[in-house]
């Protein structure tokens, strides 16, 4: 088992910006199943100190592979809700509306979807650009491609041990990624060789490495990418056996 080098930890308190939430950015970055409803503050204090209902929603610019809290700007969401009163909103007086409604003024534009962020009635609202979405979908085997992609489900299961988790996580037919979190390195890196996916991270974001093989198992796809493994379908495999002939 190759493991790749891993980035420099992020010193303690780097991550956090002082006036926004962090648990929704590392979300972002890491697309994981969770319960983060306690975990996202929902008010935050103005400058009078006062606290304030905020949306929190991607600022323009930002990448959600590499997003930080500062791409976060909070904004004002009871006044934003207000909004629903107008009749009509161009692009510009949305652009301003949304700016002045802002705690720091200093921080990025606010996503054009931050309007439908604040008018849809849920604690979090995760999307994304139809694009990507019909990508899929405009394909012939669009059903697998999508279940492949984003499952037919999401579940969340508590299970009772390292085993009963390793049976449920390999009875999909799929096995391109799959990641492991825990303080028990043994344990993960038994997890590691008995989970029958092509790609592991332990304690760390998506990030496919050059050097590493990147494929999948079952019905993720066949061969590998990246690595000296990518150079086999390049070549054919060929046995030659040779016998000796003794001198007479």
Partial sequence: MRVAPQERPRA??????PRLPAPRAEQGRLLV???ARDRHPGQLRDDLGESVDVLCVKGSGWDLASIEPEG???LRIDSLRALRRLAALDDAAMVNAQRTRMLDQSGPNPSVETLLH?????????HSHADAILALVDQPEARQLVEEVFGPALPIWKVGGLDEALERANASQF?????????DLTAATLAAERLEAGYTWINSGQIIYDELPFGGFGESGLGK????EAL??????KAVVVKTVRAT
């Fill in 12 to 17: 303690q308190g780097q991550l956090r910006h």
């Fill in 33 to 35: 199943a969770q319960n």
């Fill in 232 to 237: 086999d379908y390049y070549q054919e495999s």
């Fill in 72 to 74: 976060l700007p909070a």
């Fill in 118 to 126: 604040a008018f849809l009635p849920h604690k979090f609202v995760d």
């Fill in 225 to 228: 990418e990246h690595g000296n």
């Fill in 175 to 183: 096995g391109l990624g799959s990641s492991i979190w825990t303080r």
